[in-house]
């Protein structure tokens, strides 16, 4: 079966210092890659998306993710973290043929503190 | 653009009633929607993928009699949690595809989610 494998649960970190929050997938077809986040009650806000073209892909708020397909990878980084980035994010997968469907990770709860 | 309205964002409700739950999509039309729940400090399980003018397709395991999906139009599906019951208490949260645009096709806009809590 497909699965979508957020390694990290909790990663805490330091205002101002860098992150990489990571996801691998099992699969290496043709896939549509995924990073949203959820601030506590909300949905989920799309930060960034690898469909095709370029592996390094640019997102909002300064996050950034490279999809590696030798190592089924697409790890979300950030330079340096502000307290407001404290939230939950989640991996997602499209595998191609599957009429879009996304298959999420168990999510990463990235907690900054000063 | 692309904006996802789900409503209402909480609902509190006796053991055996039915509450609907509204997902719109504001400036796009949507064919297929989706329907996800959410246990607390999990992650988001696909219950069900919504169309427009046809019959919802259910993922193994949930139940369709007691999780009915109507999409009636381009722009609204509504999920309605038949004779709830404290295990039914979730989060619960929609997506919309903009198939009007063909490079965002694979692409998933999310509501805030609705908060059931069954009494």
């Known amino acids: 079966a497909q699965s979508v494998t957020q390694l990290d649960s909790q990663v805490p970190v330091f205002e101002e210092a860098p992150v990489e929050l990571r996801c691998n997938y099992s699969?290496?077809?043709?896939?549509?890659l995924f990073w949203y986040v959820q601030y506590p009650n909300q949905g989920l806000q799309l930060l960034l998306k690898y469909l095709s073209g370029s592996t390094l892909v640019k997102g909002i708020n300064g996050f950034e993710a490279e999809f590696n397909k030798s190592q089924t990878s697409f790890h979300l980084r950030k330079p340096s973290v502000h307290i407001s980035d404290t939230a939950e994010y989640f991996c997602?997968?499209?595998?191609?043929?599957?009429?879009?469907?996304?298959?999420f990770g168990t999510g990463t709860r990235l907690q900054v503190t000063l | 653009g692309a904006v996802v309205s789900q409503h209402p964002s909480r609902v509190i409700c006796k053991s055996g009633t039915s509450v609907k739950i509204e997902c719109r999509s504001l400036d796009f039309q949507a064919t297929t929607m989706f329907w996800y729940r959410q246990f607390p400090k999990q992650s988001l399980m696909l219950m069900a993928t919504?169309?427009?003018?046809?019959?919802?397709?259910?993922e193994q395991g949930v139940e369709k009699d007691k999780f009915l999906i109507n999409h009636a139009s381009l722009t609204l599906s509504t999920l309605t949690v038949t004779s709830a019951h404290p295990e039914d208490s979730s989060f619960y949260i929609c997506?919309?595809?903009?198939?009007?645009?063909?490079?965002?096709?694979?692409?998933?806009?999310f509501g805030a989610g609705t908060r059931l809590s069954v009494l």
């Open positions: 699969s290496s077809v043709s896939v549509y």
């Open positions: 919504s169309n427009e003018g046809s019959k919802a397709t259910y």
């Open positions: 997506s919309a595809r903009d198939l009007g645009q063909p490079r965002a096709k694979n692409i998933q806009y």
């Open positions: 997602a997968v499209s595998w191609a043929g599957t009429a879009s469907k996304l298959t």
